[in-house]
């Protein structure tokens, strides 16, 4: 376990408000770990000034559990190992968030595991659980944060998540080890219910960070109303739109975090639905996600920084028509892409 004062640093590391990707996972043809271009990914999102990855979690491949597999905990490995050596004389924090699924006893397991590789904390996905009452989800959650501080993750139902309620959020916020809630219902209604529980409990030492793959923009825009003159804002994202042109959204948390309430809102709408119509291709909303991590890997594979679009599941494939939409997205909205800074550095990070 970290001690109090670098727990308390990355504390407010992440209260501050970080770019945080969801680490993809680089596969030969073969289908079997690439490590020198997943050393390469590692190292593009440490130079693309993002404050931590997020390894283990949907876009790394829940499959790397499998053991047939076997990558989970050498992928969590490298990763660290990675940043250790890109890093080394950095003092600057940069959070290390394992993702952590399963019933307790092997959510529990797998945060040990990451705490003994030196994660800061765990994304806690609950889609494991479909049965368990709000009630036992909790503890759930409190045992994991016996072992590693906790990142709450709301799910869309649509790729695995569940509805829960605002008591589970306001119960959630009482947990003292919980330091953040990634919130990615990609519903307004529910995202709201989070934001209001965690405010109506008092936790403002607990950061909010969007998932919302479809809302990004909006979200880090929005001053939500949480009772009389006072607001709550989300201040990061950790999100798999930002494992691409991490550099270009790095850029975009500056630049809101700079603007405040004073800009133009027009210019931010612009904006908030060129990255959602980008998003909605890269994501491959029109079949239900079905391409989300393909769509991810086809834009790094078009940087160089993966050879293939190759996931564990050999049926798990970019989907019809997805490709060429994305083609329409990058000839309609060049602004939201980094290829300059990557052409630029990605041969040092593949040496």
């Given at each position: 376990m970290a001690s109090s004062e670098s727990e308390r640093v990355l504390?407010?590391?992440?209260?501050?408000?970080?770019?945080?990707?969801?680490?993809?996972?680089?596969?030969?043809?073969?289908?079997?770990?690439?490590?020198?271009?997943?050393?390469?990914?590692?190292?593009?999102?440490?130079?693309?000034?993002?404050?931590g990855i997020a390894v283990g979690v949907h876009t790394t491949q829940f499959a790397?559990?499998?053991?047939?597999?076997?990558?989970?905990?050498?992928?969590?490995?490298?990763?660290?190992?990675?940043?250790?050596?890109?890093?080394?004389?950095?003092?600057?924090?940069?959070?290390?968030?394992?993702?952590?699924?399963?019933?307790?006893?092997?959510?529990?397991?797998?945060?040990?595991?990451?705490?003994?590789?030196?994660?800061?904390?765990?994304?806690?996905?609950?889609?494991?659980?479909?049965?368990?009452?709000?009630?036992?989800?909790?503890?759930?959650?409190?045992?994991?944060?016996?072992?590693?501080?906790?990142?709450?993750?709301?799910?869309?139902?649509?790729?695995?998540?569940?509805?829960?309620?605002?008591?589970f959020w306001r119960r959630f916020a009482e947990i003292d080890r919980a330091w953040a809630i990634k919130i990615a219902p990609f519903n307004r209604y529910q995202t709201l219910d989070v934001v209001r529980a965690v405010a109506d409990a008092g936790r403002s030492d607990l950061a909010l960070y969007t998932g919302n793959d479809d809302s990004i923009i909006t979200d880090l825009l929005t001053p939500f109303p949480v009772g009389g003159s006072r607001t709550r804002r989300i201040v990061g994202g950790l999100l798999g739109q930002w494992a691409v042109w991490t550099n270009a959204a790095v850029g975009l948390l500056e630049r809101i975090r700079a603007a405040g309430d004073a800009s133009p809102a027009s210019s931010w709408l612009r904006e908030a639905a060129a990255l959602t119509d980008a998003n909605g291709?890269?994501?491959?909303?029109?079949?239900?996600?079905?391409?989300?991590?393909?769509?991810?890997?086809?834009?790094?594979r078009r940087q160089g920084l993966?050879?293939?679009?190759?996931?564990?599941?050999?049926?798990?494939?970019?989907?019809?028509?997805?490709?060429?939409?994305?083609?329409?997205?990058?000839?309609?909205?060049?602004?939201?892409?980094?290829?300059?800074?990557?052409?630029?550095?990605l041969h040092r990070w593949l040496s």
């Open positions: 504390r407010a590391h992440f209260g501050a408000g970080q770019v945080i990707p969801a680490h993809p996972l680089a596969l030969t043809e073969h289908r079997t770990l690439d490590e020198r271009h997943q050393r390469a990914l590692t190292r593009y999102y440490v130079d693309a000034g993002a404050g790397i559990r499998n053991p047939r597999h076997g990558l989970y905990s050498p992928v969590l490995e490298l990763a660290a190992e990675t940043v250790r050596d890109w890093r080394a004389g950095d003092v600057e924090p940069f959070g290390l968030v394992a993702g952590v699924i399963g019933g307790t006893k092997q959510a529990m397991a797998e945060a040990e595991l990451a705490a003994s590789l030196g994660y800061d904390v765990a994304l806690l996905g609950l889609g494991s659980l479909p049965n368990a009452s709000e009630a036992e989800l909790i503890q759930h959650c409190r045992s994991v944060s016996d072992v590693l501080p906790v990142f709450g993750f709301y799910l869309q139902p649509t790729v695995g998540g569940r509805v829960l309620s605002y008591e291709a890269i994501f491959d909303a029109g079949h239900s996600f079905a391409g989300c991590i393909p769509g991810i890997h086809e834009v790094l993966l050879r293939g679009v190759w996931c564990l599941d050999p049926d798990e494939a970019l989907s019809p028509g997805q490709r060429e939409d994305m083609d329409r997205v990058y000839e309609q909205y060049p602004e939201l892409r980094d290829d300059a800074f990557v052409a630029g550095n």
